[in-house]
């Protein structure tokens, strides 16, 4: 395998980021992990996020990635920093293109990010937007039962979903925005869900092809970019790969061939003795 763009997310959510990649650059191999075993990382405070994010990228160095792209919206805007602080590959994650993407088709009405709890708390939407459009009123609202539900496998025609989408984006609505960024991998696969309830003029702005398209262009830029053949990818999770590869297939729309698990051991560099009884991992 040449060497690969490396993808991490929280789980499968980053698929969407990893089909947006393969398509827009078939000629790069990926290499991709999904923290099963500790997913979901939008719930948890930005401190746990950017030390799991941090073994995430340790775990990826060992396929000597050229390109780091951080697929979870949780990690891009809570550890993307410290990330680029500790990790020598170049590295891009999914706040800026999506604040990029939503200057590209601003009417000047109010904008809405949706996005998980840890995300929204950050503020780094907010922030990436304001920095391009100062003068814009940005509405945020988390969604944290979204998640969730698509995990199970609802999608946009659900009941649930339409019922859950209702109640939150409400201040959206009300605010009048023009349009809404979706800030999480799962939102995409309710985009028509979405756009159903805020009406058709009322642009849903999903990053992951803006991810796409700054990755090509930072491979360009540092002259790392593949462009003859057909590229590999490998997948790996920490925990449950059957069920990645049942449910992912939703999320990059084709079938994932293998999926391999990572064991503790690799996972976090140093052998670990397993515990002997329940009570010692309490
Ligand atoms: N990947 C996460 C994100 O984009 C969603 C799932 C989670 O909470 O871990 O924010």
Known sequence: MAQPIGIFDSGLGGLTVVRAIRRRLPAESVVYFGDTARVPYGIKSGETVARFAAEDCEFLCRYQPKFIVVACNTASATALPLLSRRFRQPMLGVIEPGARAVQAVWNGRPIGVIATEATISSGAYRRAILRRLPT?????????????????GRDAADPIVRAVLAEYLKPLIEAKVGAVVLGCTHYPLLKDAIAAIMGRDVALVD???????????????????ETAGVGDSRFFVSDNPERFQTVGRRFLAEEIPSVERVTPEEFFGTPRRAPARVEEVL
């Open 207 to 225: 990053s992951a092809e803006t991810v796409a398209e700054e990755v090509a262009y930072c491979l360009t830029n540092y002259h790392l970019l």
């Open 136 to 152: 814009a009123q940005v509405v945020e609202k988390a969604c944290p039962l979204l998640v969730p539900l698509v995990e199970e």
